[in-house]
């Protein structure tokens, strides 16, 4: 015993050193890897380029030639800069684009000139100058549920699903892209609904929460760990009832609270027996300059700045709710053919410009867009071609688009009357697929910054093409000049193009109701 004892106390001290050893040579094999690998990863994939918008904003500038541009009017009406709200100053370029004469003169008469020769050559102006281009490859998307769920929204019970979709960043690792998206359909459908798809916060409508007895499970199990910290323990010992955890307050995310007590959007859409989903623009990209070089605009160009006619942020949202509806076409609970598009304020321009440039959406309702929406750009009423150009909203813009707001440049000056195209051919883009404006009034907060008159003279401007395809317009002239506004409340909704302005504010859920029974009676659902 005395001469194995001794072996043995060597033999285990050995394996402990050698374990010992083991351990620090894979720990600094598993460091030199990482920092080999990270040395490869830049060598291979240069860093993303990081701007400022100020310097985002100057760089499209720079490669455009532009030394200065006129600055965009003030909201505030006592600022000396305030914007024009004088009907008679408001069309200082009244002529538009003929939205049916071909670019060499020729008068379009039948669908098949549309569609072959003057719809592609709208399509070319407005992605060169205004929107901007798709990337040729643009990575795919894969879709994920990674939570599918049981609800009750009011109501009415609902399968919730939560999904991700994973754009393939195998090019370029250094920019991840995760779209979020909410698909909530009746759980007592007797077959496929239709489904309109929302941009905004996306999450679960009413998230399934532990009973009471798990519930206290949780609470005791919680305590018991925060207890191991002394201090903590004698917080908790002073409280002996109190329970860390609580049944969370069920929430409706994208403001499903209307204004004036209306019915929440989700509600009214699934009361009619609809779906709807949720999707989420900054999942997709940033609504700033900074992200310009991030997002799915920075992982298409590798993290490189833009080129003046690449996609700006509308695009992009636009491209991802395309997606969202590549999700939409494979879900058995889904009626692919009745997909509708919607959003409010810079989310209803995106709405307007996803159903112009996918020809898979079914109906659009498009919720106080103003410029870059469906106000004409010619018009200078409240927002203006400057305040797009200017480094606040410059990115949802194609980098061209900057050109219209210019006073000094190596090309001289440029102005709103210059674009080759305007909003009511952005509308025409939809046609003969149902297009509904909707409006609210100032008096509410739907502020007259957004023009609601030039809107509805793009909806009237671009009426002849919807004719055209067989469909029916407003039913007034289009005479852009003359037609004004109806009066709030007045529905203008026989056509597959209508218009509403509603007694509510800056929100379109006074309008749902109006929205779901104009679609129903057209698809004849």
Known sequence: ??????????????????????????????????????????????DPVTFTTQQDHQNMM??????????????NESAPNHANYDESKANPYPQLPDVLTLKNGKKVTTPELW?????????????????????????????????????????????????????????????????????????????????LMMFGFSALPAPVQPD??????????????????????????????YTPMVRATQQF?????????????????????????????????????????????????????????????LRAWAWGAARGLDYLETDPAVDSKHVGIEGVSRYGKAALVTMAFEPRF???????????????????????????TGSGEYHWMAGNYLKYGTSEASFGSMNAGQLPVDSHELIAMC?????????????????????????????IAAGPVFKLLGAKDLGVSNDYMKEKMPAVNVDMLD????????????????????FITWAKNKFKL
């Open 1 to 46: 015993m005395s001469f194995i004892s001794p072996f043995r106390t060597e033999l285990v001290l050995s394996l402990q050193n050698f374990v010992a050893m083991k351990k620090y040579l894979i720990s600094l094999f598993v460091l030199f890897s990482g920092y080999t690998g990270a040395q490869i990863t830049s060598a291979k994939y240069p």
């Open 62 to 75: 720079d490669r455009l030639g532009i030394k200065s541009l006129r600055p965009g009017p003030s909201g």
């Open 115 to 195: 569609w072959n020769q003057r719809r592609p050559e709208i399509v070319e102006d407005m992605e060169r100058e205004v929107y901007g281009r798709l990337p040729k490859n643009i990575p795919s998307v894969t879709w994920k549920v990674e939570i599918e769920e049981k609800e009750f929204v009011g109501m009415t019970p609902v399968i919730a699903k939560q999904l991700v979709g994973h754009v393939d960043n195998s090019e370029y690792p250094l920019i991840s892209v995760n779209i979020k998206m909410t698909v909530v359909t009746p759980a007592n459908a007797n077959g496929p609904v239709p489904v």
């Open 212 to 241: 009471p007895d798990d519930l206290s499970k949780l609470n005791t199990a919680l305590r018991e760990i925060l207890s191991r910290d002394p201090e903590i323990k004698a917080i908790l010992n002073k409280y002996p009832a």
């Open 253 to 313: 995310p994208f403001g499903f609270g209307g204004q004036g007590g209306e019915v929440p959007s989700n509600q009214q859409l699934l009361r009619a027996g609809w779906g709807y989903a949720m999707i989420d623009p900054s999942s997709i990209q940033a609504d700033n300059g900074t992200g310009l070089t991030r997002g799915i605009i920075g992982l298409a160009n590798k993290g490189q700045p833009r080129k003046p006619d690449d996609w700006g942020s």
């Open 362 to 388: 079914a109906m659009v309702l498009v919720g106080s867009s103003g410029k870059g929406g469906a106000t004409l750009h010619r018009r200078v009423f409240g927002e203006a071609v400057e305040s797009l």
């Open 431 to 459: 046609a003969p697929r149902l297009t509904f404006i909707s409006y609210g009034i100032p008096e509410k907060g739907d502020a007259k910054w957004l023009d609601h008159q030039g809107s509805y003279m793009a909806a």
């Open 495 to 514: 056509g597959e193009l209508a218009w509403r302005q509603h007694d509510g504010g800056h929100t379109d859920t006074p309008n749902i109701s109006h």
